[in-house]
Every structure is written in C-alpha cells, then in structure tokens.
C-alpha cells in the first residue's frame, strides 16, 4: 500500500503526542504512525492527505487553512530537494525532515505560527520528548 502524505506531516509525526483537532484525528495520527513505522512508500503532497481523512478542518478534500499549510508543505519540500508528487520510502523521508529541517533548527521558519508549535520541541530545546 502506498499512503499519501502532506510534506509537513513529516514534521508533525516527529512530535506527535496523542493531541489533536478531535479524538477521531488522533487515534487516526496513531493507526496512521504504526502504519509509517513499517516503511512504505508514501507518494509526498502539498494538498489533503490519509493523515487529514480526519481532520475537522478537512471540508470536502480541502483544508479550511490551505493556503497556510500549503507553505509548509512547499517549504518542507524544498528543503528536502523533493517536489509534491514523487515517491519516496517513509524512512528516507523522516532523515531527509530529520537532517535539513528539524536537526538544523528550521522548523519554526516552516511553520512556527501552527497552533501546535508548542509541542514541538525537543528536550534539547528545553521542552517534552
């Protein structure tokens, strides 16, 4: 099976608590985390994914905060020399957000205005994980 993914949500996994839009939307982040776990293929995107199936801002296949998400999406991309489309073992993807963005200290420049920047940060940063 290949799972289709927003580019931020290789972030978003990094950090995940168990907290979320609705208890729908987490229990869909943790089934969608076990899944990733085993390495599939993901087909990375810069629209609604498998993760936003969920989501209570997910309003007929689009996000009620597209046009934000959208530039984390494209920025996560970018930085990972990746384009909206292409395929990609799930493993390879997290080294590539791991090495050009979280362990660089970039991802508050991609996406520090989410409303759940508060959670990621890593215990280096002084916070949980």
């Given at each position: 099976m290949i799972y289709r993914i927003r580019a931020h949500h290789g972030m978003c996994f990094s950090f995940f608590q168990g907290k979320g839009y609705s208890g729908e939307f987490a229990e869909n982040m943790w089934k969608m985390k076990r899944k990733l776990e085993e390495n599939p293929e993901?087909?990375?995107?810069d629209e609604t994914d498998d993760v936003c199936s969920c989501c209570p801002n997910n309003r007929d296949g689009?996000?009620?905060?597209?046009?934000?998400?959208?530039?984390?999406?494209?920025?996560?991309?970018?930085r990972c020399g990746l384009q909206a489309g292409c395929?990609?073992?799930?493993k390879e993807f997290v080294r590539l957000v791991e090495e050009r963005i979280l362990s660089a200290g970039s991802r508050k420049e991609i996406c520090g205005d989410c409303q759940w920047t508060g959670l990621c940060v890593r215990e280096a940063d002084g916070g949980p994980l």
């Open positions: 993901v087909v990375l995107l689009i996000c009620i905060s597209d046009q934000k998400v959208y530039g984390y999406d494209r920025q996560t991309l970018d395929r990609i073992r799930w």
